[in-house]
C-alpha cells in the first residue's frame, strides 16, 4: 500500500537576502522525498492552507504576519505540529540615524519562536559548536567553521539549545551594539509550545548582487554564508525529515 503524501508549507520572503537561491536549494531538499508535496508563499496569509499542512518551514527576512496571522501560527504549533524557522525568520529591521533597529512589535510572533534577533557582528568566520551531542538532529555533525551572520537574539523562552556559538564584542551598526557577557549565543533550538515544536536554525546567510535594493542599487560581494558548507546542509536534511515524521 503506498504511503500518504506529507504536506509541506515553505515560507520564503523578505528583504535584504537571495531569497530566490535560499528557496531553490530548500525546494530541492525537500524533492530528495517523494511522499512530500510543497506549497511556496510569499508570505503568512493562507493560513487555512497553513493549517492543512503537515509541517511549516519558513527562510524570511522582516517579513512580520499580522496579529491575527501570528495568532494562528502559534495555535498551529500547539495543535502538534512542528515549525522549521531558519535565519531571519525571527528579525524585524527598522534602519534609523542612530543604527539599525529591532523593534519588539510582534510578541506573539517572536514568542511563538522562542527569540528575537536584535543585531549580529561584520560578517566573518566563526565555530560553531555542539551544545546536545547525543541529540539525533546534531549528533555527528561535529564542531564547524563558518562565514555567515552570527545572530545575537533575546530569548524568549525556555529553549533546548543544540547548537551554540560564542561572542563577546560590537556589533556594529546595529542599536544593541554591545556584547559584553560571554554567554553561549544559540544557533539552533528547539522550542516546544503545547503539543508541537519550532526547530529554529539561525545560520544561512545569503545575498547577491540585487538583494540590498533599493538602499544599495548593487551590492558588491556575492555572499552564501553557510551554504557553502556540507555541515550545513546536512542539518537541513535532518531538520527537515524531523519535522515530515520521515
Known amino acids: 500500500m503506498s504511503e500518504p503524501a506529507i504536506q509541506a508549507y515553505l515560507v520564503a520572503a523578505g528583504d535584504f537576502h537571495d531569497i530566490d537561491f535560499a528557496r531553490l536549494e530548500l525546494l530541492k531538499l525537500l524533492s ?3 511522499s512530500v508535496r510543497t506549497t511556496v508563499a510569499s508570505d503568512y496569509g493562507d493560513i487555512e492552507g497553513i493549517n492543512a499542512s503537515d509541517f511549516l518551514i519558513s527562510y524570511t527576512c522582516n517579513l512580520i504576519p499580522s496579529e491575527a496571522e501570528q495568532a494562528a501560527l502559534k495555535a498551529y504549533v500547539e495543535s502538534g505540529k512542528k515549525w522549521f524557522a531558519l535565519h531571519g525568520t525571527n528579525s524585524i529591521l527598522e534602519f534609523t540615524d542612530a543604527g539599525v533597529a529591532c523593534p519588539e ?3 506573539t510572533f517572536m514568542e511563538t519562536l522562542g527569540s528575537q534577533f536584535m543585531a549580529h557582528p561584520p560578517i566573518q568566520p566563526f565555530t560553531v559548536k555542539t551544545t546536545a551531542p547525543d541529540h539525533p ?3 555527528g555533525v561535529g564542531e564547524f567553521e563558518t562565514d555567515d551572520e552570527l545572530y545575537l537574539c533575546k530569548a524568549l523562552a525556555e529553549l533546548e539549545v543544540l547548537l551554540h556559538t560564542n561572542f563577546t564584542g560590537e556589533a556594529t551598526g546595529f542599536i544593541h551594539a554591545d556584547w559584553p557577557d ?3 549565543r544559540p544557533v539552533y533550538y528547539i522550542n516546544r509550545l503545547g503539543d508541537g515544536e519550532v526547530l529554529y ?3 544561512g546567510h545569503c545575498r ?3 538583494d540590498m535594493q533599493p538602499r544599495v542599487p548593487y551590492y558588491p ?6 551554504w ?3 555541515e550545513y546542509y546536512e542539518l537541513l536534511r535532518r531538520g527537515l525529515k524531523y519535522c515530515a515524521g520521515i
Open 182 to 184: 560571554d554567554e553561549p
Open 137 to 139: 538532529l546534531v549528533k
Open 201 to 203: 536554525l539561525n545560520l
Open 208 to 210: 547577491g548582487h540585487y
Open 32 to 34: 530528495e522525498h517523494e
Open 105 to 107: 512589535t510582534a510578541p
Open 228 to 230: 557553502e558548507k556540507p
Open 221 to 226: 560581494v556575492i555572499e552564501k554564508g553557510s
